[in-house]
C-alpha cells in the first residue's frame, strides 16, 4: 500500500508561483508512474501533467504545458509540481496520484494510489 501525502499548496496572486510536493511512502517509489491532477469547484478533476519512473518522460496537459514543471527526486521519494505563472483559473485542489504501469498515464483510472489533496487558491 503506498501512502501519498501532498503539500505546499496556499494561496498566490496572479503571475505569481508555487511548488508542490508529494511525498510518498509505503512502496518503491521509483518503480511507479507519478501523476498531478486537478479539481475545481463544481468541475470535474482533470489531469495535469505525469512523469515516467526515471523522469525522463513527461507529459502535460495543455492548458499548463509552458508554465508547469513536473520533476521527481526517487532518492527522496518525492514528486513535484512547479508552477509558474499562475493564473485564476489554475484554483483547484491538486492531487497527486502513483500508477503501476510501464507507460505515461493521463487518465485517472489509470492510477492505483491518491493522496489527500491541496488547495492552490490564485487571485486576480
Known amino acids: 500500500q503506498v501512502r501519498l501525502v501532498e503539500s505546499g499548496g496556499g494561496l498566490v496572486q496572479a503571475g505569481g508561483s508555487l511548488r508542490l510536493s508529494c511525498a510518498a511512502s509505503g512502496g518503491t517509489f521509483s518503480s511507479y508512474v507519478m501523476g498531478w491532477f486537478r479539481q475545481a469547484p463544481g468541475k470535474e478533476r482533470e489531469f495535469v501533467a505525469s512523469?515516467?519512473?526515471?523522469?525522463?518522460?513527461?507529459y502535460y496537459a495543455e492548458s499548463v504545458k509552458g508554465r508547469f514543471t513536473i520533476s521527481r527526486d526517487n532518492a527522496k521519494n518525492t514528486v513535484y509540481l512547479q508552477m509558474n505563472n499562475l493564473k485564476p483559473e489554475d484554483t483547484a485542489v491538486y492531487y497527486c496520484?502513483?500508477?503501476?504501469?510501464?507507460?505515461?498515464?493521463?487518465?485517472?483510472?489509470?492510477?492505483?494510489?491518491w493522496g489527500q489533496g491541496t488547495q492552490v487558491t490564485v487571485s486576480s
Open positions: 512523469i515516467s519512473w526515471s523522469g525522463g518522460t513527461t
Open positions: 496520484a502513483a500508477a503501476r504501469t510501464h507507460t505515461i498515464v493521463v487518465v485517472g483510472l489509470g492510477y492505483n494510489y
